[in-house]
């Protein structure tokens, strides 16, 4: 379906504050932008940039205060938002203008039933004729792709993986056919197939229903797979607006131009060739690991063996680093976490410099969580909120003591921030005063703190803006050349891992499927699932 030339919905002029102790925060600066039924608008930028707060406010999520909408007009289908009493706005907001959000688990209701969530939007704007729910409910969850929705409707949100929470989130937006759906960042944390299967529902509601779509995202690639039009958003102003092929192939405006040098490499180099080089030493050698959990071991249920993990062997050598691969459930974590001896393998062993980490004890164990260290997804959730900077990364001294004196411990904390790209002055802050990029460098300097030589990366740029992702991986090649460090280096994002690593390891269900070099595996995969992983990527929506 081709979109309306009439736009539904046009905002102009719109300026939101946020009032503070100080001067004001201006978070929307002066943004106008329309959209046209069976249009898509990707509104395009990096946190804090201003898309949330701006399409906030056509659903009346901005509290006032601390929220002032300054000026500006929000005008849906001839109607001014802006002056919507509480039972107007309920009764558009569901019906006309939907949402999907970011993490659907925050929005769920843990103590109901999905089915019971989806079935309160049909209650809400029945006007008394809500006929057989159950029914419109279940036919919803089959349209959005949910297995058995008969029997799982009844089910709770923690009973589903997180793309088919996505789905349910989606078919509670969709229930009553809006106008616009707003869609902001809903496929951020979901494996690339989740997320090539969300974008694909997102489209195929679209050309049924005939809907505009409003897509907030920093995920250059989901805008570019998407959009029929751009807006970049910086700084809380609106930098660039266009169709979509204009703004990724010619973008006018600096900050846009350096969004797109951000865009991981996508297409073929030249014809992969068979590295000849000798690799130095071998640092960490896996052999035949596994990790398997009894599940359903209860009274009235039959026990079984999940395999998280199953037969894994693979090699690192010193200064280089190795890519792992997959969805979900395929294994990836669980490796990190047996190499850290934070879990304990089934069968198998690990030889790190020739000695077995599983075996090891005491003094010996923690001489080894001194050579190995890691970084995790989420920076915020593994520091401890009370302590300043200096101090966590200080804190591996005062486990380790023969690393440094303590009469050094200020200057080298100061050395560590400056290394990964921050200033000696953020020493005395705590975490929560650092954006989620700033967070991970720290977490990368505490990691560097006892001197290591295998550091492991789970999910460690998943959550981040595009370009802070690249600065991130810039930052751990860096150090790679300047201090010979190895990296185990786990993620479901193919571009990025493209990016950064010397071979990848492909797992699904516990197993490695697929081993090789990277630009071999990209170019010339081998197992069907590697195929379908690299299918999954999103690709320009001019380009198909």
């Known amino acids: 379906m081709t979109a309306s030339d009439k736009a539904i919905l046009t905002i102009e002029n719109l300026t939101v504050d946020f009032l503070s102790e100080g001067d004001p925060a201006r978070a929307v600066d002066n943004v106008s932008f329309n959209v046209c039924p069976g249009e898509t608008l990707v509104i395009l930028g990096e946190s804090g940039s201003g898309k949330s707060v701006s399409t906030g406010t056509v659903m009346g ?42 993490d659907p688990l925050a929005y769920l209701n843990p103590v109901y039933t999905v089915g019971r969530q989806i079935a309160e939007v049909f209650e809400t704007h029945s006007n008394g004729d809500v006929g057989d729910v159950r029914e419109r409910v279940v036919k919803l969850l089959e349209r959005v792709g949910i297995p058995d929705s008969g029997r799982r409707i009844d089910y709770y949100p923690h009973q589903f993986s997180g793309g088919q929470r996505q789905r349910v989130m ?21 494996d690339v197939s989740v997320q090539s299967q969300i974008l694909e529902l997102l489209g195929d509601l679209q050309r049924e229903t005939g809907m505009a779509l409003i897509m907030i995202t920093h995920d250059l690639e989901v805008a570019a797979a998407m959009a029929d039009r751009i807006i970049v958003m910086n700084g809380g102003k609106v930098v660039e607006s266009g169709k979509a092929q204009d703004v990724f192939t010619n973008p006018a405006h600096a900050y846009t131009r350096r969004l797109m040098t951000a865009l991981p490499h996508r297409g073929p180099t030249t014809e992969p060739t068979p590295s000849t080089e000798v690799q130095g030493e071998i640092l960490l050698k896996v052999e035949n690991l596994s990790k398997h959990y009894v599940l359903g071991a209860g009274p009235f249920s039959p026990k079984r063996e999940f395999r998280a993990v199953d037969d894994v062997s ?16 395929s ?58 900077v200096r101090s966590i990364i200080s804190e591996p001294w005062a486990i380790h003591r023969d690393i440094l004196p303590k009469a050094r411990w200020n200057d080298r904390v100061v050395e560590l921030l400056e290394l990964v790209g921050l200033k000696g002055d953020h020493a005395d802050r705590h975490p929560h005063q650092f954006s989620g990029g700033q967070r991970q460098r720290i977490a990368i300097a505490r990691a560097l703190a006892s001197e290591p030589e295998l550091i492991v990366c789970d999910e460690a740029v998943s959550a981040l803006d595009v370009s802070i992702q690249m600065q991130v991986i810039g930052l751990l090649a860096d150090l790679r050349s300047r201090l010979g460090l190895s990296y185990v280096f786990i993620t479901h994002d193919l571009p990025i891992v493209r990016e950064f690593a010397d071979r990848i390891l492909v797992m699904q269900h516990g197993k490695i499927v697929e081993d090789s070099e990277t630009e071999i595996l990209f170019n010339s995969p081998n197992h069907p699932y590697t195929m379908s992983l690299l299918n999954s990527v999103p690709r320009p929506k001019w380009a198909r």
């Open 61 to 102: 999520l901005i509290d006032c205060p601390p929220g002032d909408i300054v000026s500006g007009s929000l005008l849906f289908d001839g109607m001014d938002l802006s002056g919507l009493d509480e039972e107007s706005r309920r009764a558009l907001n569901g019906r006309r203008i939907a949402m999907i959000f970011q």
């Open 170 to 190: 989606i078919a509670m937006a969709i229930a009553l056919k809006p106008d616009i759906l707003i869609a902001d960042e809903p496929t951020t944390a979901l």
């Open 314 to 329: 693979f090699t690192v050598h010193r200064g280089e680093t190795v890519g792992i691969v997959g969805e979900s459930g």
């Open 331 to 388: 294994g990836k974590s669980s490796i990190a976490r047996m190499l850290l001896r934070l879990d304990e393998p089934t069968s198998g062993r690990a030889l790190f410099a020739g000695e077995d980490i599983f075996a090891l004890e005491g003094r010996a164990l923690n001489g080894f969580r001194r050579r190995v260290q890691m970084v995790f997804q989420d920076p915020f959730g593994s520091m401890n909120p009370r302590m300043n």
